[in-house]
């Protein structure tokens, strides 16, 4: 029981650049979300998923896209990197019950 | 809209007991959770208190109250480990999670 994995765990881009990070889980949670997590700022939501093929925008959605073909994934994509983009991202999912949400170990992206 | 907020930092010492408040302000409200989270490392989960009221678990302890929209989590008999940041979190039972912004504690010998 691998829990909540994250890959890649760093990655450099250059501007304009995409690329697509990758969230699985092994604990048949219905909901996984995806955070940014920047300096003096707290965990903020991009988006979210409620079940297979759903996902809803968060709190920064904008230039990220997100896509949930299978319950254990959720995938974050970003089309054409920017410099503002530079942060640490966190998968998480949680069960029906919500009393918790479960992290993955996160993934530090640097956009150059 | 979600308002949480709560200390940058703390520094306390090995063996005392800090207090992290949390107040929020938010549009829905259907529990409160507070995680740990280590530097480089994920969040923990440490509690959630959706009733008024204490709740201890072990050397920590966390409360509630709904109609001040207040939280604190209490630390007790601190070690060095217990150096981390702490994220108050509220629930709208909307799936979603706001988070605060995080005190810094740190506990020295």
């Known amino acids: 029981n691998a829990g909540v994995t994250q890959t890649p765990k760093f990655r450099v881009l250059k501007t304009g650049q995409s690329m697509t990070l990758l969230c699985a889980q092994d604990?048949?949670?219905?909901?996984m979300y995806w955070y940014r997590q920047d300096p003096g700022m707290g965990l903020r939501l991009i988006h979210y998923s409620v079940g297979e093929g759903t996902t809803a925008k968060g709190e920064v959605p904008d230039g990220y896209n997100v896509s949930r073909l299978k319950k254990q994934n959720f995938l974050l994509g970003l089309e054409s990197a920017a410099p503002s983009q530079t942060s640490v991202y966190f998968c998480?999912?949680?069960?029906?019950?919500?009393?918790?949400?479960?992290f993955g170990p996160g993934t530090r992206l640097l956009v150059l | 809209g979600q308002n949480i907020d709560q200390p940058t930092e703390m520094t306390a010492t090995e063996g005392a007991i800090v207090q992290i408040n949390c107040t929020y302000q938010?549009?829905?409200?259907?529990?409160l959770f507070w995680y740990q989270q280590h530097a480089g490392e994920a969040p923990t989960f440490l509690s959630y208190n959706v009733l008024d009221g204490l709740e201890e678990k072990g050397r920590f302890s966390s409360f509630l109250s709904r109609s001040k929209g207040y939280s604190y989590l209490l630390l007790k008999e601190l070690q060095m480990k217990d150096s981390a940041s702490y994220l108050c979190a509220v629930t709208d039972g909307d799936y979603k999670l706001s988070f605060g912004a995080g005190t810094t504690v740190t506990v020295r010998a």
């Open positions: 938010t549009s829905g409200f259907n529990g």
């Open positions: 998480a999912s949680t069960s029906e019950a919500q009393e918790t949400q479960y």
């Open positions: 604990m048949n949670h219905e909901y």
